[in-house]
């Protein structure tokens, strides 16, 4: 039993660290008054980017490098449609999803021959950092060692994440701007610029969570790989309230039941059935929030607020 | 002599049709109160919004120290030294206090520095003698407490011109009392206050200068020693006010609302209510009287029943209501003033026809088998905006372009456009200018006398003395006193509210 637990831990590391990357993204974004939709998309062009970037370099850090451009570059357009051109946010994300699913669909065949996988010759993926020391603590050194460098990125984005919103003066301003932009631009605060640059943040992580896919957990491109990762960090950050801590756990969580799928494959369980499991966790995880928010909302409808 | 610390010359300005300001002569001397008075829509706040670089004038020099200047948006005004407390404070409700102070100015460049911060905002509160839990969200300050953190956030960006938009209409009257000290502090210190108002009192209790608007324009400007509040009053409204005669005629008849031992309790379980038990009868006004926060908000509700009552029994025409939602009860003939406008009274985002229509479009002859009838909702609400003196615009645009006194003129005629059998109006004058004020209080008692009930839940001593048959004090939840009015004095009143005993 404990070989199960480690071996699950062990894969849950890689397995979360696409969707806790997009999640710390998307949570930044939230905060800034925009919920990103379209993450999804600029995972699958993060991952397509690192492919082609990396095979033609042969370095998976430049092909890394290319995927986060790549991503805040598409965060950069999205943006711009919703602040400067008013479109609604939610259908300019899944617009956004749905011309990225289509280009692959047409580019793979078209431009590259292959149906729906890409796999370029030379073509590198990420190594697998053995970490000295930690490698060999008992049960534990599996777990944390031996993963692809992204994975330790996205455990590293965490506090930073949590910095950038509550230690700067930048992080200050773009909470305000997402809770109250009336207020926070009457304060002097470019609220329009902050939401371009949350969600260009949001595509970069988003963008290198694509990288990690591409290059860590496989070394190639498949049209469906994110498999609905983005819409999974969305769920992160929806559970998190948006709060790096929380949003971090709902991801690891995912995680972990994304690798327990893993492992179940090839039980005596149905394969679809297991695979349905991480999506089961993400569902129950959102009827936990939906539950909490309403007691706490009926609770503060009893409340009178102060001074009024 | 030297020049004005602020000088208007010829102002205009402009939307579309109406003038909004009309050739303004305004000088504001460096260090003292100077409160510019008027009714609704005669122009004050579009001036504030000029002096504080939101609104650009169409036409006029506007001068600081006697040098022209032209402001480019309230960043601008800012930077030299001119700020605004609004109305609706301009505060992010989820940040802390703190950062709300250096919003827009945080210090640090890249880091925030919460040092520099607290250093600040410790000298500011210490300036204005107002403590405050700077790490609290502000959504969980009262609304004094933010309007002393806006002042602080101004005078942070170091203003030394501070615009007040009728600071004192969210106030309860301790925290106006805590204002005007913090006002005259400020000045003391040097600094100009402009503010505006539409109660007398208060401009003779804190001003130095007055300046009256009227339609647009300035129709004078005294110190206050040479005036008095009679004249300034019949050069707001351009007419002596006579008060109208509001005297009960005493015809009381059945027993309409009654509550027996109700109590309630807030979200922590803490009693709002205890055990509290009163009526109200056909042809007549009960006043609740008692400080904002000793259970009003709470009682309205639970009459309404948007709160469910801990204990006891609320009866309607004799029978139990207690379980009965809000359409239910406004189905048996209740209508409801709210003292929260914008939130629960009327909606700025609906049309000023469906605010108008809101509470009536159910039945006939507004909707026959489900399906409404435009043309008499259109009929209906412009019945209801002449009979009701609405103006400022027309039944199909939206709420949110009447000012706060027309909205609740809508508000009252919607309620009372049939009579009520039980009307309850939750502080129905406040922010409502004189001549709105008498209107209002006019069709209360005209409600009365065809025979409604109406509980009056007010802070205004005046109102309830001039309007009510009875008076309950409400006070931490408790009635402590059920009186006819003519056994009630202003300062026995002022004293029961407080807690002292009669």
Not at chain 2, 431 to 450: K, N, P, S
Request: glycine share 12%; charged share 20%.
């Amino acid at each position: 039993m404990p070989d199960a637990l480690q071996a699950v831990l062990a894969a849950a590391a890689p397995a979360s660290a696409s969707i806790l990357l997009a999640a710390m993204g998307g949570a930044v974004n939230r905060q800034g008054g925009i919920v990103n939709v379209g993450l999804e998309a600029k995972m699958l062009v993060g991952a397509f980017v690192a492919v082609i970037c990396g095979a033609a370099t042969s370095s998976s850090a430049l092909g890394a490098l290319a995927a986060a451009a790549a991503g805040a570059l598409v965060g950069s357009a999205f943006s711009l449609v919703v602040t400067r051109l008013g479109a609604n946010e939610i259908v300019a994300g899944l617009g956004l999803n749905l011309a990225a699913v289509g280009l692959f669909g047409y580019l793979l065949p078209v431009v590259f021959g292959v149906s729906a996988t890409l796999s370029p010759p030379g073509l590198v993926g990420l190594p697998l950092l053995r970490i000295p020391l930690l490698d060999a603590v008992p049960f534990l050194g599996p777990v944390l060692s031996g993963h692809d460098p992204l994975t330790y990125v996205s455990w590293m984005v965490v506090p930073l994440t949590w910095l950038l919103l509550y230690r700067t003066t930048w992080g200050v301003s773009l909470r305000a701007t997402g809770a109250d932009e009336e207020a926070a631009r009457a304060a002097g605060i470019r609220t329009l610029l902050l939401r371009d640059l949350s969600t260009a943040w949001a595509g970069a992580l988003a963008g290198l969570a694509g990288a990690q896919l591409s290059l860590g957990l496989v070394q190639l491109f498949n049209k469906q790989m994110t498999g609905g990762r983005g819409f999974i960090a969305l769920a992160a950050f929806y559970f998190g309230d948006a709060r790096p801590g929380l949003t971090a756990l709902a991801a690891l969580v995912f995680g972990v039941f994304e690798a327990a799928s893993f492992r179940l494959q090839g039980g005596e369980l149905a394969p679809q059935l297991v695979q349905m499991l991480p999506y089961l966790a993400v569902v129950a995880s959102l009827l936990v929030v939906g539950a909490r928010r309403r007691r706490l909302r009926r609770r503060r409808e009893l409340t009178p607020e102060p001074g009024r | 002599m030297s020049a004005p610390r602020i000088g208007l010359r010829g102002i205009v300005k402009r939307y579309g049709p109406i003038v909004a300001n009309d050739r303004v002569d305004l000088d504001v001397a460096a260090g003292g109160i100077h409160a510019v008075v008027g009714e609704n829509g005669a122009g004050k706040t579009t001036l504030m919004r000029i002096i504080a670089g939101l609104v650009e004038p169409d036409a006029g020099r506007y001068e600081l120290d006697g040098r022209p200047v032209r402001l480019r948006g309230p960043a601008d005004a800012i930077r030299r030294g001119i700020g605004m407390v609004h109305q609706r404070f301009q505060l992010v409700e989820e940040l802390s206090a703190l950062e709300n102070l250096v919003l827009g100015a945080t210090p640090g460049r890249l880091r925030f520095d919460r040092r520099a911060a607290r250093t600040a905002a410790r000298r500011l509160a210490e300036q204005l003698a107002a403590e405050l839990d700077w790490e609290a969200p502000v959504a969980q300050l009262s609304v004094g407490q933010r309007q002393r953190l806006e002042i602080m956030r101004l005078l942070y960006r170091r203003a030394d011109i501070l615009i007040f938009d009728e600071p004192t209409s969210v106030l309860t009257p301790g925290e106006a009392e805590l204002l005007f000290g913090i006002m005259r502090r400020l000045a003391a210190d040097g600094r100009t206050i402009l503010f505006i108002t539409h109660k007398l009192p208060e401009v003779f209790a804190v001003a130095q200068h007055v300046t009256v608007m009227r339609r647009g324009r300035v129709v004078a400007t005294s110190a206050v020693a040479d005036t008095d509040p009679r004249q300034v009053g019949r050069q707001m409204v351009g007419e002596d006010l006579t008060p109208p005669d509001l005297r009960p005629s005493g015809r009381v008849g059945r027993p309409v609302l009654a509550l027996r031992e109700v109590s309630a309790t807030g979200g922590r379980g803490e009693p709002r209510l205890r055990r509290v038990s009163f009526e109200v009868a056909e042809g007549e006004i009960v006043g609740v009287a008692g400080v904002e926060g000793n259970g009003q908000r709470e009682l309205v509700e639970v009459v309404m029943g948007l709160r469910q009552p801990a204990g006891g029994e609320i009866l309607l025409d004799g029978r139990p209501c207690g379980h009965r939602g809000v359409r239910e009860r406004r189905d048996l003939g209740v209508a409801f003033i709210s003292e929260d406008r914008d939130g629960e009274g009327a909606s700025l985002d609906a049309t000023i026809a469906d605010n108008a229509v809101a509470t009536a479009y159910r039945r006939p002859p507004l909707a026959r088998a489900g399906l409404l009838s435009p043309g008499r909702v259109r009929r209906a609400t412009e019945d209801l905006i002449r009979r009701f003196g609405v103006q400022g615009g027309r039944p199909g645009a939206p709420a949110r372009v009447l000012s706060g006194g027309n909205l609740q003129r809508l508000v009252v005629g919607r309620e009372l456009s049939r009579v009520p059998r039980l009307l309850v109006a939750a502080h129905p004058t406040r922010g409502v200018d004189l001549r709105g004020t008498v209107f209002i209080r006019q069709q209360l008692h005209r409600a009365r006398e065809a025979g409604a009930a109406i509980l009056l839940v007010s802070e205004e001593i005046v109102e309830l003395l001039e309007l009510c048959d009875r008076i309950v004090v409400l006070y931490r939840g408790r009635i402590t006193a059920d009186l006819p009015v003519a056994r009630v004095t202003a300062e026995r009143l002022g004293a029961l509210m407080a807690g002292l005993a009669a």
